[in-house]
């Protein structure tokens, strides 16, 4: 798995261990009258509707597999408030966790409910 960014460039993992994987990427919130606007390299589609995907199989630049694949984790349910609440101190973020396998058995894809992004503290 690779976390998509801008239209064709990949991140690979920070970390990978037993059966997770983390990433560490940033977004730029800008905080407005109407709501947040997520804007940079990792942040995709309108800016009502934004997402970052996660690329899986050749999606990921991984060879010799039958998958092809991209999961979309929403960003719109990050609320002011806990963006308000990383700003606090340097080093603080957002982050969420996903399933990593579909219902199929292959690598999770589509857009990824029931996801709850949470604050952690530096």
Known sequence: MQVQRGKNELL????????SISFEFPIIV???DTGLNFLGKYAQGPKDSRFVYV????YAGQNGTRWNRRAKLWLMSITQE???EALVEPGNFIEVTMPGVGKDGGPSCASIKGLVWKVVRN
């Open 30 to 32: 800008e905080l407005r």
């Open 55 to 58: 690329n899986s199989g050749s």
């Open 82 to 84: 806990q963006v308000e």
């Open 12 to 19: 690979p993992p920070l970390r990978m261990s037993g059966d």
